[in-house]
């Protein structure tokens, strides 16, 4: 809340061409890169000094209002004149006044009043600075999930796209990172997007869920309005329901201390952090496969993935998501102990904490998903290099269907399953110890005990007969599950990502 007085001054100084210079030498200061690199102008702007003091003033201009349409003596003039100064401020005279008054809502009170001096006896009339404060952060906060919100969607929507187009083209499954059972490159891709929908839907949850802190006074019992109106219950309720109607909010919360319940905070990072989860798993799978040349990021024209090796086709994206994404994940810790340590109606060591966890959280959120909409607009997929892959695998994993044909075909299950153990070590014996291909195939058609079923081998190793009713199960999910989830967002949808960095 406090800032030193030379420090108020050297931020204030410099002007450049009369315009006020906030930075100084902004290259001799540390720059939060969330800000200065990544963040789009939208988030950064909502979590900014202009939008937050402009909102104070907003606040107040709506409380002014109410109170008079409820009979408090407050004119149309004043009323007037506070809505012509609503952006206008002297970041300067507010610094000054801070530096003086060692209180940040004050020393926006008289900066305010100093360009309304007809309003000035009314402004924050029975207020406190939380009026100002804390509704403006869940103003911010409701306004940081309708950035984020389309850009998720866009997100779900690009990799609905990229999961039908490769509905039906097989892969090699992997557990604990061995091959595995095949699955398709759509299937895989339905996995990233269910954990993206639970995240959508959580996000959309957590901001229906948020309320306004209204009109409640010092400590929560709205006594200095119930004074302000000579005991009228029903018009302190009427104030509190106005205020919170002229905010965009349906619904105040009921019972607040000083501040709103710091839980409303944890209920607001929590699905950020959980969506870091996500980006952070499809990223690294996407690296993972990116090392098997299966599949790629998009990578530009004259990007340099190494300043030693210029071979090298480095996933930097999705490891920029997956850095960022750990930042968003731990961030969740400090509402967490924030919510613990509040004493009774509230105490102040949440506020320096909050100036920084609640906006980085949305700021990390925001460039992850642009982010990762962009590796989502552009994946490459090598077929060539999956088929090669499964070939390798497959030998092993037909062994099963192998048996079974031998058996339909008149054979013994247990000669012909220790038929196949024998050829398949020796198979391993020189993938692993001789470096060479898996030629299992080989040794069965070379057997003449599989003679019964060399004829039908090409539609034994066929790798769609391997996936089961993985395209199926695309197909439903995406109709059933993801496309209704983008319903709302259709007239957003198609807006494209240009990454500047």
């Known amino acids: 809340m406090y800032f030193f007085k030379q420090s ?4 204030y100084s410099s002007r450049v061409d009369g315009v006020m210079d906030t930075f100084g030498d902004e290259f001799n200061k540390y720059r939060s890169p969330l800000v200065s690199r990544y963040a789009s102008k939208e988030m950064a702007y909502n979590f900014s000094d202009k939008k937050k003091f402009t909102t104070w003033r907003k606040l107040w201009i709506y409380l002014a209002k109410a109170e008079k349409a409820l009979g408090l003596p ?8 506070m809505e012509s100064h609503a952006e206008d401020i002297d970041f300067a005279m507010a610094a000054e006044e801070e530096s003086k008054l060692r209180h940040d809502v004050m020393a926006h009170v008289h900066t305010f009043a100093h360009c309304c001096p007809t309003a000035a006896p009314i402004i924050h009339l029975g207020a406190t600075s939380c009026y100002v404060g804390d509704n403006t952060d869940l103003i911010m906060l409701r306004d940081g999930f309708d950035i984020l919100l389309p850009k998720l969607a866009r997100v779900i929507d690009r990799l609905s796209n990229f999961a039908e187009k490769y509905a039906g083209l097989p892969t090699l499954g ?29 996000l959309q949850r957590a901001r229906e869920d948020l309320r306004f802190r209204g009109v409640k006074g010092t400590t929560g019992t709205q006594a200095s309005f119930l004074q302000l109106f000579q005991g009228d219950h029903d018009k302190v309720e009427d104030l509190d329901r106005m205020v919170t109607e002229m905010a965009g909010f349906k619904k105040a919360y009921m019972v607040t201390g000083q501040t709103y319940s710091r839980k409303v905070d944890i209920d607001s990072l929590s699905p950020l952090a959980s969506m870091g989860a996500t980006i952070h798993k499809i990223c690294t799978d996407i690296r993972l496969l990116a090392n098997l040349k299966e599949i790629e990021e998009p990578f530009e024209k004259e990007q340099i993935g190494s300043s030693a090796m210029p071979y090298k086709r480095n996933p930097m994206r999705c490891e920029r998501c997956c850095s960022l994404a750990r930042h968003l994940i731990a961030l969740l810790a400090d509402p967490l102990q924030t919510a613990s340590v509040q004493w009774l109606e509230r105490t102040l060591d949440d506020s320096a ?13 925001d460039i992850i998903l642009s982010t990762l909409q962009n590796i989502t607009e552009g994946l490459v997929v090598y077929p060539k290099v999956i088929e090669r892959h499964i070939h390798h695998e497959l030998p092993f994993m037909a062994t099963e269907n192998i048996i079974m044909a031998m058996v339909k075909a008149g054979g013994n299950r247990q000669d012909c399953h220790e038929k196949i153990r024998v050829l398949s070590q020796q198979a391993a014996t020189v993938v692993k110890q001789e470096g060479g291909d898996n030629d299992l195939l080989a040794r069965v058609q070379a057997d003449p005990y599989f003679a019964p079923i060399l004829g ?10 391997f996936i089961g009713r993985a395209p199926q199960q695309v197909a439903r999910f995406l109709s059933e599950e993801v ?6 967002y259709k007239a957003e949808i198609h807006v494209k990502i240009e990454l500047e960095l």
């Open 353 to 365: 904490n909050r100036r920084i966890s609640l906006p980085e959280s949305f700021l990390t959120a």
């Open 174 to 202: 992997f557990t604990h990172y061995q091959p595995a059972q095949l699955t398709t490159v759509g299937k895989r891709a339905c996995l990233w997007l269910q954990d993206l929908a639970m995240d959508m839907r959580n």
């Open 74 to 81: 407050v004119t149309e003039a004043q009323v007037a004149e």
């Open 483 to 488: 496309r209704p989830l983008l319903e709302p």
């Open 456 to 465: 039908h081998l090409d539609n034994i190793l066929d790798p769609k007969t």
């Open 8 to 11: 108020i001054r050297e931020l």
